[in-house]
């Protein structure tokens, strides 16, 4: 009798464990899923590493145009130029960067398409929506900014001004992704208001803010959520 009370009573603890294992599991399964509406997990970390690639390239190009077509050779010398001197320069540093948008927005989707198949996620929903919105209200007020810089003849404070306006719209878009992203953002804001003290060296922390930090940013992503 007292074998049969034991067997009942482990058997007991037995069911009691097995449902509080799947209670456990409902509620992981809730958050995940609570998690995946109100976040938009699909950003590739592969993405990030070739944007910082395309970026130290783009700095790299435009630091030998200007030694091979400016008198001084260096970026420092043509912001605190005149502006008749560094006018004619300007289409082709635009161009220079507006290359590096264009191919880093492709690779982007690409990957980031890739990598939603991958994990069976959707890549355009409510919340990625959301994302977009608040990572571009920065972007396109940042781009008209250093517009308006360009038309008041101050090419300095152009390349500080993008890395801020681009660590505000990482800022503003990280409460609907990844947390990694804000810490980006806030590490993008600072190294340009660190250019903006000299803007002379504007170019060094943009292949920095823009370069080394998204090789970076991609590398702890890709192995953080994609391995």
Not at 104 to 110: A, D, P
Not at 123 to 145: Q, S
Request: aromatic share 14%; proline share 2%; hydrophobic share 50%.
């Amino acid at each position: 009798m007292q074998g049969t009370n034991k067997n009942i009573y482990f058997a007991s603890q037995s069911t009691f464990i097995m449902n509080e294992d799947e209670h456990l599991k409902t509620l992981s399964d809730i958050r995940n899923l609570m998690e995946r509406s109100s976040r938009f997990l699909s950003l590739s970390g592969l993405s990030g590493i070739f944007i910082g690639i395309y970026a130290l390239v783009a700095a790299t190009v435009t630091w030998w145009y200007l030694g091979n077509h400016f008198e001084t050779t260096t970026y420092y010398n043509l912001v605190t130029a005149d502006v008749e001197i560094y006018k004619p320069y300007i289409p082709v540093l635009a161009g220079i960067a507006s290359a590096v948008l264009l191919i880093s927005l492709l690779t982007g989707y690409i990957l980031t398409q890739r990598f939603t198949k991958k994990k069976g996620l959707k890549l355009w929903d409510t919340t990625a929506k959301r994302m977009l919105i608040n990572l571009l209200i920065p972007l396109v007020a940042g781009g008209i900014f250093c517009l308006l810089l360009l038309f008041h003849h101050d090419l300095g404070m152009v390349a500080p001004s993008m890395l801020i306006f681009y660590g505000l719209a990482l800022l503003n878009a990280g409460k609907y992704t990844f947390n990694d992203i804000r810490y980006l953002g806030m590490i993008e804001i600072t190294i340009g208001l660190i250019a903006a003290v000299d803007p002379g060296y504007g170019l060094v922390f943009w292949a920095i803010g823009f370069g080394i930090l998204h090789i970076l940013y991609g590398i702890t992503m890709y192995f953080k959520y994609e391995r």
